[in-house]
């Protein structure tokens, strides 16, 4: 694998990876389209759900961005040995983590929501959805694990072919268990957490089934299992840690956030979930443009090339905005007749009211295109300290602030949305002036960074 700064090279690992990491957006996206049809209280319930969801799969997409980002140091220094032995202390760590996860969904979710839902309408068929959902986390764990494999080593073509699969999948699987169509019995909102686990562990066993006869990752040593290597699994921790800090920082915030407009009423929160469902669709170059400077700074920092990770930040960002702007003219401009395909007449009041929120959310997306990138550059920096310690300093003042606007007699849902460019504009800043320090590119590795 050989990188540059090159548009093109951007372009190459971060397309499939745009594609791939929009697994758990298509899913909850699916999943609250149908649900609009079904009832406005299960449209209501699985925006607030499938937040706290996609928290649990971030846990462990996080935890799989350490390994990614060990993985593509390795590759970059040529030990390829070592990157199949990273990959494999990737697996086994996610598999103990998605075990303490599906406890806590058994055993804890209960007492969350009941100290974050006032509605028992909400409440009780949140619960009713996870039932079902909290099974797919083991699929879930170990699928992230194998994208971040061939997302460090730069070839993730196949993720683009796996995502669709899920996608069809979920889609077919939805129609069929919220509904009772096809011969299937009608769960309703328990069928959309069982089409999504079923979906997930189907994608799992095609890319399973495409590693055993891809024979490019045999120089990896992909069909030796190592046994369980500490050494490895402390720095995938190390590295892992502060990133999935950030994740439940960020969607933490975002989960608060959906508690909070709940206080609007549940007609507030049913709208909220339009803005949600555009939000999940747009920020999805963002997101796989993260993951790529994820890959792309590790690479370069372990061929000793730091110069050159401030050149793919700026052509990341501006490539991030272009895109993401273009994705959401559409909406702006022309909102009824891009969302009524997808959403119809019935609710069409719930499209309304959100429109002016549209408006705050390419706010949103501007200043998400360069904090976000700017932020993950100092991840694949191997800062990750540093990144948490930015994203929690802002993550709390926003919490805060909505808090307050959502408490005021002057408070709206679009002034409550509006915070979120603040959020981003901050974390920008403080990104930006870290690669703007004169000794940065001196900074060396850690010693564990550099030992195989």
């Known amino acids: 694998m050989k990188l540059s700064t090159s548009y093109r090279d951007i372009w190459k690992v971060s397309i499939p990876i745009i594609i791939g990491s929009a697994a758990q957006n298509v899913v909850a996206m699916t999943d609250s389209v149908f649900l609009y049809y079904k009832s406005e209280d299960d449209f209501a319930a699985i925006g607030f759900v499938a937040t706290f969801y996609i928290i649990v799969a971030a846990i462990g997409f996080g935890f799989s961005r350490g390994g ?176 999935v800090g950030m994740s439940v920082v960020g969607l933490g915030s975002g989960f608060i956030f959906f508690g909070l407009v709940e206080n609007f009423g549940e007609r507030a929160l049913a709208t909220t979930n339009i803005v949600r469902i555009a939000y999940l669709i ?48 559409p909406l702006l401009l022309f909102p009824n007749q891009v969302l009524y395909p997808i959403l119809g007449d019935e609710r069409a009041y719930l499209i309304n009211a959100a429109y002016p929120v549209f408006w705050v959310l390419w706010g949103i997306l501007t200043t998400f295109s360069f904090g976000s990138i700017f932020l993950n550059g100092l991840i694949g920096a191997g800062e990750t300290g540093l990144a948490l310690k930015i994203q929690g300093l802002c993550a709390t003042v926003y919490v805060v602030l909505i808090f307050w606007v959502v408490h005021s007699s002057w408070g709206s849902m679009t002034l409550a949305w509006s915070v979120e460019i603040l959020y981003w504009i901050v974390i920008f800043i403080m990104a930006f002036f870290y690669f703007k320090r004169p000794g940065w590119q001196l900074i060396k590795p850690s010693k564990k960074n550099e030992e195989e």
């Open 282 to 329: 747009l920020s999805i170059p963002a997101w796989g443009f993260c993951t790529g400077i994820n890959t792309m700074a590790s690479y370069f920092i372990g061929s000793g090339q730091r110069e050159k990770v401030p050149i793919v930040l700026w052509k990341t960002a501006f490539l991030c905005l272009g895109i993401t702007t273009l994705m959401i003219l």
């Open 68 to 243: 990614q980002i060990l993985m593509a140091r390795r590759s970059g220094q040529e030990k390829t040995e070592s990157v199949g032995r990273t990959f494999y202390s990737t697996i086994y760590f996610e598999l103990l983590l998605a075990l303490a996860l599906f406890f806590f969904m058994t055993y804890g979710a209960y007492w969350l929501f009941a100290s974050l839902v006032d509605s028992d309408v909400i409440f009780y068929k949140s619960l009713e959805y996870l039932e079902t959902r909290k099974w797919g986390v083991f699929a879930s764990y170990i699928g992230v694990a194998c994208v971040a494999f061939y997302t460090g080593i730069a070839r993730p073509v196949f993720i683009i072919i796996d995502t669709f699969i899920l996608a069809i999948t979920n889609i077919f699987l939805d129609d069929a268990l919220i509904f009772g169509h096809y011969g299937f019995p009608e769960m309703g909102i328990a069928g959309a957490g069982l089409a999504s686990t079923v979906s997930e562990y189907i994608a799992l066993f095609v890319f399973l089934i495409y590693m055993v006869f891809d024979k490019k990752n045999r120089k990896y040593n992909i069909f030796h299992f190592p046994k369980w290597d500490p050494v490895i699994i402390r720095e995938i921790i190390g590295l892992s840690v502060p990133i």
